[in-house]
């Protein structure tokens, strides 16, 4: 079992930068397709980045394109999530998910892809 903890969340005015970092431990998330989803206060949780396995696919959410950059660092076990030029409508506790890579069920990017989540950390943008 993996357990996934994610860091990096805060406080910024809008048009700053964070960056969100999902440390994992108990195994190797190497082979694992990568996430992040979000959930703001009284709405569902939703999609925002995914990364393959090998990092040749990427996928982003329409609302963070060219402002939200997924990666991940197999050495450290570890998958990032750089958020520039952010608004107040990116506030939300920001979820990290890992699943190895499976062809039946939803899409990789449904929620429900995802097998193993971290606990969220928060982040908050002020206009």
């Known amino acids: 079992q993996v357990q996934l903890v994610e860091s990096g969340g805060g406080l910024v005015q809008a048009g700053g930068s964070l960056r969100l970092t999902c440390s994992a431990s108990?195994?190797?998330?190497?082979?694992?397709?990568l996430a992040w989803f979000r959930q703001a206060p009284g709405k569902e949780r939703e999609f925002v980045a995914a990364i393959s396995w090998g990092g040749g696919m990427i996928s982003n959410a329409d609302s963070v394109k060219d402002r939200f950059t997924i990666s991940k660092d197999n050495a450290k076990n570890t998958v990032y999530l750089q958020m520039n030029s952010l608004k107040p409508e990116d506030t939300a506790v920001y979820y990290c998910?890992?699943?190895?890579?499976?062809?039946?069920?939803?899409?990789?990017?449904?929620?429900?892809?995802?097998?193993?989540w971290g606990q969220g950390t928060q982040v908050t943008v002020s206009s």
């Open positions: 108990g195994r190797t998330i190497s082979t694992d397709n």
């Open positions: 998910a890992a699943s190895p890579p499976h062809s039946t069920g939803p899409s990789w990017l449904h929620e429900n892809y995802y097998a193993n």
